[in-house]
């Protein structure tokens, strides 16, 4: 698997961090794409380059990091086809996979500890999408149906 992460200036060495351990744990490729500086970065121009490399195939799934994982991860969703779980408990990162088929998780650094994140990064990556009668939903979500 293929896996995009991207962050802004807030969360530089714990993205490294994050990065480090997917690519030792589950020997997937992981590609990123930013910031890698201390210097102020916008966090919806790093939500939105990593949901678009989720959105064209050139990865596919995409975690983004920011302080709050809030903005980053409001910028992704806003690229069609993306699905992004803003998340800071294990439950939701599960859920989003069974029931929303989740293409990218978010969270924030300055709101959970490093041994939570890589929790949640654990039960988002490992979970599979149920299907079934959620399918009809996601359709829903991928075409901005309501009704
Ligand atoms: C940056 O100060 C902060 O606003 C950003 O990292 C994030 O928390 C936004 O949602």
Redesign the pocket.
Known sequence: MRIGIGN????VEYKQTIKQYIEKEYGYEVIDFGTNSSERFD?PIAGKVVANAVASGEVERGIVI???????G?AANKVNGIRCVICSEPYSARMSRQHNDANMLSF???VIGLELAKMLVDVWLTTEYEGGRHAKRVQMLNEGTTS
Request: one cysteine or more; aromatic letters at 6%.
């Open positions: 802004d200036h807030v969360a966090y920011c302080g709050t994982g809030v903005g980053i409001i924030g650094a300055r």
